[in-house]
């Protein structure tokens, strides 16, 4: 019983932690609340206002002249961002894996699979750092003018196209910060895969990519949905990787998969000194109903990522 007991106390601390932060945000940022309304959610325009003038006071609380808070701008490239880096991830690391589990030989299978997991390892700033110097003037002068020549007649991929800091850019490193923890996860979910579902294939006739396609991945499917989960959990949370290659573009909406863009866990850590500089204090607390709505954010994700994994539950009881 005092076993039970402690592992039903280890595990509360998680559900625990996050219920205390998200009480904790939304305590700090309510006078934020009351002053910034819905215009918070639906504005495109951050002013912090004139960090000289005198405070004043609107619907009871002290602000700078001329501050207003929008963050439409915001969870728009947070969104736009993750997508695509999801677009690009998910195929390339189901393709990963399948290589790893299937095609690989077993002692070239180890070194490469420890690659891939070193490379989940590598720190958010080394692939910011490598975008930077790397990636930026790949997309500008070659990737981005390419692009708009062929898909230019599409509007989100009409120019301009950019030096090369943008949405586009952005989905990218994200991506390949995301594959890695894709391929590894469900490379091993492959290879837990019982042998006999491949035999039973291979008896009634299927090649070797049916048996893949058709019978091994079906059975790892709530593997990868969760997987995916995290991948997007870790995108939309990015902050060093994302601010040195999306441009920390403000107060605008992307019009095209090339225009710099900001996120809103990347615009935090960019604003956070600037917002100090707010006597009232008004700034660091809208900041804070910034992390509040990134939360609420990851928390619809996942949750309608678990309705999925309810709902296949269900429909392999009926079969």
């Known amino acids: 019983m005092n076993f039970r007991r402690t ?8 559900p625990a932690s996050l219920i205390a932060v998200i009480l904790f945000l939304a305590i700090y ?4 609340v009351k002053f910034n309304g819905l215009e918070f959610i639906v504005g495109t325009s951050w002013n912090l206002g004139n960090t000289y003038g005198t405070p004043i006071m609107r619907n009871g609380v002290a602000m700078l002249p001329g501050a207003h808070y929008g963050i439409l701008f915001l969870i728009a490239g947070t969104l736009l961002s993750t997508l695509i880096a999801l677009l690009i991830a998910v195929p390339v690391g189901v393709g990963a894996a399948i290589f790893l589990a299937e095609a690989v030989p077993g002692r070239l299978r180890l070194w490469l699979s420890f690659l891939v997991e070193l490379l ?3 720190p958010s700033v080394v692939f910011g750092l490598w975008g930077y110097a790397v990636l930026i ?3 500008g002068h070659t990737v981005f003018p390419i692009m708009q020549r062929l898909l230019g007649f599409i509007p989100f991929f009409a120019g301009p196209t950019g030096s090369g800091y943008g949405l ?3 989905g990218v490193v994200l991506a390949l910060m995301i594959v890695p923890l894709i391929a590894a996860t469900l490379r091993d979910a492959i290879l837990a895969e019982p042998m006999v579902v491949r035999e039973s294939a291979a008896a009634l006739g299927a090649t070797r990519f049916e048996t893949v396609w058709q019978v091994v991945l079906p059975g790892v499917r709530k593997i990868l949905i969760g997987v995916t989960i995290l991948a997007t959990g870790r995108a939309l949370g990015e902050t060093m990787a994302v601010l040195m290659v999306s ?4 107060n605008y909406l992307p019009p095209n998969i090339y225009s710099p863009i900001s996120t809103m866990a990347a615009f935090i850590v960019s604003q956070l000194d600037s917002a100090l500089q707010d006597p009232t204090g008004l700034a660091v607390r809208s900041l804070a109903e910034v992390a509040l709505v990134l939360s609420v ?3 619809g994700v996942n ?11 269900l429909k392999e009881a009926r079969l």
């Open 297 to 299: 954010i990851s928390v």
């Open 7 to 14: 592992l039903i106390g280890f595990a509360s601390v998680l």
């Open 137 to 139: 003037p790949l997309m």
């Open 120 to 122: 989940a390892a590598v």
């Open 29 to 32: 940022y309510w006078p934020a």
């Open 303 to 313: 949750t309608i990522a678990r309705l999925v994994l309810y709902r296949a539950g």
């Open 247 to 250: 441009g920390n573009a403000l």
């Open 168 to 170: 586009l850019t952005a």
